[in-house]
């Protein structure tokens, strides 16, 4: 039987095993963690559940192809969000609420001229993007810069001014309104980054979240993924080591890995090994590649770093959903200034995720699990996190204020993730949230490979690899990386 070790247990690393099994391998996932599931991880504390991570994705139908390469039915039970989100202005009492109903969504940027018709012409165009890259670019696998280049030009030449142009610059053409334009442009931060960084083509994703397939919440929470997937691996025969990292390793010859060490010094030895560690940090840190040194490594773009705050309330919260944007007045001066900053903003731009307004399950009778996440400057930038209490505090503070209810009176149980946590946890290189960004710099050809330069039977997986960051792309990366394996020539 053929062996693989996977070295991390993030949805990348679970969705390999479980292709992997189905082509006959004995697989042993290794993770640093006491938990299995990497980002997409579950907090749990006097009867509140809590999402780590993630909480929503799009293109389910990945998840579909994933249990069908398996052989099994999809047994996530989905439910589909709509108003998909409601998003609050500082100035403006009332939130806009984004349905995916385009009249009713209408309604809500009545005072936006001709509405309908732009969203409508926007969404034709970001769908042309999608559907024009899906397929010849995003779930394809490249062998060189070259090989990419080459398959771009299967991309309509129509589109290559969108890889130039910023979202902002398209959004300032569209619409007339700055709400609208901000509104819009939110989903740059799905990719770590700022709709004045982040190129116009990824308009894509609002085509996805408005149109295409939606947003997709979990019931039991989004950490039902990982237990049904670990459930199936379990019953295949799949060991799981945990609270083991993987820090050095050992190559017989020198076109091949013989085993990968731990920090007790124990060998894991195998036909293959996928790594599911950060894709570029684990070159450099592990393999000690000059490439990916610390220097290099710290010249790259690396999406936006993640301050998190969990928060049990014991009372039920009014004018929450399920998702709420709280944005201020200055979005580009702030969008422009804070992320490259060494303090922590004074009125911070955040999301909240309240799991129990869809899910009772997620929260004890009459309570609500709050979820915060404000993205933050990477650790390149603000170093020291010793204003955590505070800066959490004034979050809360201006939440309470804005949906004008009592919180902080009403904490039943609090837990904090500041960057340098969510580094330390997850090996996360500078406690970037979501890996690498995806500017043209460093997406397809450009991105570390899903197969290693020297070592012909280690492969990677996950957010810094290819196609890129978010739960539906690492599942697409699994099964590009297990093609990679079956086609590659390691001798087994
Ligand atoms: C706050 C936040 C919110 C997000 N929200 C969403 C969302 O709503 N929707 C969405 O689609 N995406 C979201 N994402 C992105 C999504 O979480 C990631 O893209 C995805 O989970 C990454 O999966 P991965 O396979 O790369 O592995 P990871 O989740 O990074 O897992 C890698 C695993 O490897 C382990 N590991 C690392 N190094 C070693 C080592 N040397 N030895 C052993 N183990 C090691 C780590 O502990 C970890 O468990 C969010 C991310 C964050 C941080």
Redo the contacts with the bound molecule.
């Keep these: 039987m053929k062996t693989a070790v996977i070295?991390?247990?993030?949805?990348?690393?679970l969705s390999t095993a479980l292709r992997l099994t189905q082509k006959g391998y004995r697989v042993k996932v290794?993770?640093?963690?006491d938990t299995v599931g990497?980002?997409?991880n579950i907090l749990q504390d006097k009867g509140y559940t809590f999402d780590v991570?993630?909480?929503?994705?799009s293109m389910s139908y990945e998840f579909d192809e994933l249990f069908a390469s398996a052989g099994v039915k999809n047994p996530l039970q989905l439910e589909k969000l709509n108003p998909v989100y409601q998003v609050y202005f500082r100035h403006r009492k009332e939130p806009f609420k984004i349905y995916t109903d385009l009249e009713q969504l209408a309604q809500e940027f009545a005072f936006e001229p001709n509405f309908k018709q732009k969203i409508e012409k926007y969404l034709a165009k970001a769908g042309q993007f999608f559907h024009d890259t899906e397929n010849v670019i995003v779930k394809k696998n490249f062998n060189s810069v070259l090989h990419y280049l080459m398959g771009m030009t299967k991309v309509p030449l129509k589109h290559t001014p969108y890889l130039f142009k910023s979202m902002w610059k398209v959004l300032d053409k569209t619409f007339e309104h700055e709400e609208t334009k901000v509104i819009f442009s939110l989903v740059a931060f799905f990719l770590g980054s700022t709709p004045f960084e982040t190129p116009s083509i990824y308009s894509l994703l609002n085509y996805t979240e408005l149109k295409h397939d939606g947003y997709w919440a979990v019931k039991g929470g989004m950490y039902s993924i990982v237990k049904e997937i670990r459930k199936i691996l379990e019953q295949r025969g799949v060991e799981f080591v945990t609270n083991?990292?993987?820090v050095s390793y050992e190559n017989g010859t020198p076109d091949k890995v013989t085993a990968f060490i731990d920090q007790n010094g124990n060998k894991y030895t195998a036909d293959v090994f996928v790594v599911?560690?950060d894709a570029a940090s684990?070159r450099g840190k592990?393999l000690k590649r000059q490439k990916f040194n610390e220097q290099k490594l710290d010249n790259l773009d690396w999406t936006l770093s993640?301050f998190?705050i969990y928060l049990g309330v014991r009372k039920k919260l009014k004018n929450l959903i399920h998702h709420n944007y709280f944005l201020g007045d200055n979005f580009k001066e702030y969008a422009n200034k804070i992320f490259k900053s060494t303090i922590a903003p004074e009125k911070p731009y955040y999301y909240v995720n309240v799991t129990s307004k869809s899910d009772p399950s997620t929260a004890p009778e009459g309570c609500e699990n709050v979820f915060i996440?404000c993205p933050v400057p990477d650790l390149r930038f603000k170093k020291d996190w010793a204003d955590t209490e505070t800066f959490a505090k004034n979050i809360i503070q201006d939440l309470q204020e804005r949906i004008g209810d009592n919180i902080l009176d009403n904490i039943d149980t609090m837990h904090i993730m500041n960057p340098i946590d969510?580094q330390n946890k997850?090996?996360l290189y500078r406690g970037s949230?979501?890996g690498l960004s995806h500017g043209m710099r460093q997406v397809g050809g450009f991105r570390p490979k899903n197969y290693d330069e020297e070592y012909k039977n280690v492969f990677y997986?996950?957010?810094s690899t290819t196609p890129g960051?978010?739960?539906?792309m690492?599942v697409i990366g699994s099964k590009l990386v297990t093609e990679r394996i079956e086609q590659s020539n390691v001798n087994v």
Excluded: Q
């Design positions: 070295i991390g247990s993030g949805l990348g690393g290794i993770e640093k963690n990497g980002r997409l991570g993630p909480s929503f994705y083991t990292e993987i599911n560690s684990f592990v993640p998190t996440l969510w997850f090996n949230g979501l997986v996950g957010a960051t978010g739960l539906p690492v």
